[in-house]
C-alpha cells in the first residue's frame, strides 16, 4: 500500500515537496466486515485478479482524475483537485501530474529516469533498468521514490506482505462508476482505510479508489476516478525526456538509508 499514498503525485526532486484524497454509501452489504474473519478471500482474490489483468496490458492510458483533503493549521480540511495522466508500455512509463499546487512529469524509457519540473525548470536523470519491474523495485530503493498507482500492479506478486498487512477486507455491494458496473470493495490496512471499485466483467479494471488517513483526528481522504484506454498505440518518443532552453539539470537525492 505504500504508492497508493502518493496517488496524488506528491513526489519530490531534490527541491521542495508538495502538500499532499467520495465516494458510494455503505450498502448493507458491509456487515459482513463483522464475520468471523475480518478478511474476506474473495476481496484478496479480487485484488489479485485486478493486478494480474494490468500487468498482462501490452500498453495502456489511464487518467485519474482526484481530489485530495488537505488540512490547515487550525484543524480545517480544504480541498485541492489534480489530473493525471499515465501512459505505459513495456519498457516505458510516462506520467503527466497537474494541479494548482504543483506540476510534475516522469518518464522512464527503459533506459533512464527523469522528473521534470515544468514551472521550476528543474529536471533530474538517472539511468535505470531495462524492465518496468525492475524499474520501479531499483527507484524506490536508490531514492525512495513511488510513482504513483503503482501498488495496484503489486497484488499478484510473490511478496505477500500487503495482504499480510490487511486487518479488514470486505465487499461493500455494487455501484456504477462512469458508466461501468463495478464491485464496491473497502480494506483497512495499518493506519488507513482505504476503498477499491473494480470494475465487473472480463476487465477487472480499478475505476475508482478512496484513501482515508486514520492517524489524522480530522480524517483527511484522497479520491480519484480513473479511465482507462487499454492497449493504445504509444511512440518511444512519448516516453523519453528531451531539455528544452532554460532547462536546468540537478540531482535526485538518494533514499535514506540507501547507500547512495
Known amino acids: 500500500m505504500r504508492s ?75 480541498q485541492m483537485d489534480s489530473v493525471t495522466v499515465y501512459q505505459v508500455k513495456k519498457p516505458g512509463i510516462a506520467i503527466s501530474y497537474n494541479s494548482d499546487m504543483k506540476q510534475r512529469q516522469y518518464l522512464y524509457d527503459g533506459k533512464q529516469f527523469t522528473i521534470f519540473a515544468p514551472a521550476m525548470g528543474y529536471y533530474a536523470t538517472i539511468p535505470a533498468p531495462a524492465t518496468n519491474r525492475e524499474f520501479l523495485k531499483e527507484l524506490h530503493e536508490r531514492t525512495g521514490i513511488e510513482l504513483p498507482l503503482e501498488d495496484l500492479f503489486r497484488w499478484a506478486d510473490e511478496d505477500q506482505s500487503d495482504i499480510v498487512a490487511l486487518t479488514s477486507a470486505f465487499n461493500v455491494g455494487t455501484a456504477t462508476i462512469d458508466g461501468a458496473r463495478t464491485d464496491h470493495w473497502a480494506f483497512r490496512s495499518n493506519d488507513f482505510d482505504w476503498e477499491l471499485w473494480i470494475e465487473q466483467g472480463d476487465r477487472p479494471l480499478p475505476r475508482k479508489i478512496v484513501i482515508t488517513d486514520r492517524t489524522d483526528p480530522t480524517l483527511p481522504s484522497f479520491t480519484a476516478r480513473l479511465n482507462w484506454e487499454v492497449n493504445p498505440t504509444l511512440n518511444d518518443a512519448d516516453f523519453t525526456y528531451v531539455p528544452g532552453p532554460g532547462a536546468i539539470a540537478i540531482q535526485i537525492a538518494s533514499a535514506a538509508g540507501a547507500g547512495q
Open 4 to 78: 497508493l499514498l502518493v496517488l496524488g503525485g506528491v513526489l519530490a526532486l531534490a527541491v521542495t515537496p508538495a502538500a499532499q484524497a467520495q465516494g458510494q454509501s455503505a450498502a448493507p452489504a458491509a456487515s459482513t466486515a463483522a464475520s468471523e474473519d475480518p478478511v474476506d478471500p474473495q476481496a484478496v482474490e479480487a485484488l489479485k485478479r485486478m493486478s494480474t489483468f494490468l500487468t498482462s496490458m501490452g500498453t495502456f492510458k489511464l487518467t485519474s482524475t482526484a481530489a485530495i483533503d488537505v488540512v490547515t493549521a487550525d484543524n480545517q480540511k480544504v
